[in-house]
């Protein structure tokens, strides 16, 4: 059944999927820095104040709405709903460059938030279909590799459009690369991504993901992997800066490089997974907990730049080889008739986490400090992870 002529248009459709989403991955880092610029514009020194509403914002969305992704895509197609989302997204980032109130930040930041909540589960969905089952890690460590780079580079390109353009400018580049992505998955062949009416009936309910998410001991693992994810991300995106800028007086470049170390560190990670064994996969994964509870100790015990910036490549090693096992998992428990439910219950589950502990990692930093508070991160690192770690030390019923 995968003659070769399959296999080429299935190849050309990941690469047409895969710079899709890079294209707004891009957009989203540029959009990103010049929303706090314009934030800062609007209302000056409470700049942070808006941009954390608009964080809560994005959470809220995509906790509530992102679990109706999959009954959408059953109803209208998941190519036809991947446009949709960029193109709504394209009118959202124009509004952007014309907002002159917080309110407008507000309802705008819905709006973003609600197209990405429908877009990337559906995307995480459909790449297991396109590809095959030996190239699947690969494809993760791929999209992965996608992410981090344009976390890197985003705002790099973001200060030279400032530079030339003003920070407005950045809006109407993101709306371009959302243009460019829509352009990209209008051009698939339908048959790529789309499930034809199987044996099996796509489940319509919206709670079907949601259940199996809980039901199914593969996927309550993708989940505790999700969870150690939020906790050691939360903590080093949130209380980096005050640290390197307050605590130790270093300059915005040195927030910078140490920050570009976290992103840098999952790149490499991304590439290793990708060659390793099954047996090397597993034993990475397994490493990665007591990594980032290692990492948060030394930075804890020793609260200086070079620790903070070897703890950092090494926490973003463990966040990237997490992030890719645990898509491994839902690809694996999950056939192409319910796919998208469980990537948007995913999805949605996983925020859920982020929403709590990017609060948790911004409260505790700014009343407690950063020594304490990586102290209580590498505590519930240990706690989440706990579960996992029992389970596998229970001897095999088998």
């Known amino acids: 059944m995968n003659t070769p002529s399959t296999s080429l248009w299935r190849h050309r459709a990941f690469q047409q999927l895969f710079w899709a989403h890079a294209l707004s991955l891009v957009g989203s880092g540029l959009s990103s820095l010049a929303l706090g610029l314009l934030a800062h514009q609007l209302v000056g020194a409470s700049a942070s104040s808006v941009l954390g509403i608009t964080l809560a914002i994005r959470i809220i969305v995509i906790v509530f709405c992102s679990p109706w992704a999959g009954k959408l895509a059953d109803h209208f197609g998941a190519r036809r709903l991947m446009v949709a989302s960029d193109l709504m997204r394209t009118a959202v980032v124009i509004g952007f460059f014309f907002a002159d109130a917080v309110w407008q930040i507000y309802a705008l930041a819905v709006l973003l938030n609600l197209g990405s909540a429908i877009f990337t589960p559906i995307y995480r969905a459909v790449i297991p279909g396109v590809v095959s089952e030996e190239q699947y890690p690969r494809a993760l460590a791929i999209g992965s590799i996608a992410y981090d780079t344009a976390n890197i580079l985003g705002p790099s390109l973001a200060a030279l459009v400032i530079a030339v353009a003003g920070f407005r400018g950045n809006f109407i580049l993101d709306a371009i690369t959302f243009l460019g992505s829509a352009a990209l998955l209008f051009g698939l062949p339908r048959l790529a991504i789309e499930t034809a009416s199987d044996e099996k009936k796509a489940p319509t309910s919206v709670r079907h993901g949601l259940t199996a998410m809980f039901q199914r001991k593969p996927l309550r693992e993708s989940l505790f992997l999700a969870f150690q994810t939020s906790i050691g991300g939360a903590f080093v995106i949130v209380a980096t800066v005050d640290f390197v800028k307050n605590d130790l007086n270093l300059s915005d470049s040195a927030y910078a490089w140490v920050m570009a170390s976290f992103g840098v560190g999952s790149v490499v990670a ?84 982020w929403g709590l502990t990017y609060p948790l990692a911004g409260f505790t930093t700014t009343t407690l400090g950063f020594g304490i508070t990586a102290w209580i991160f590498a505590a519930l690192i240990a706690l989440v992870s706990m579960p996992m770690w029992l389970s596998s030390a229970r001897p095999s019923d088998s």
């Open 270 to 353: 991304a590439l290793l997974y990708s060659k390793l064994s099954t047996p090397g996969r597993d034993a990475s994964v397994t490493a990665c907990a007591p990594v980032m509870l290692a990492a948060l100790v030394a930075v804890a015990l020793l609260p200086q730049y070079a620790v903070l910036f070897i703890a950092w490549w090494l926490i973003g090693m463990s966040y990237s080889i997490l992030g890719i096992r645990g898509s491994e998992l839902l690809a694996a428990n999950s056939d192409g008739a319910e796919r998208s439910h469980i990537y948007a219950a995913h999805f949605a589950l996983s925020h859920a986490g």
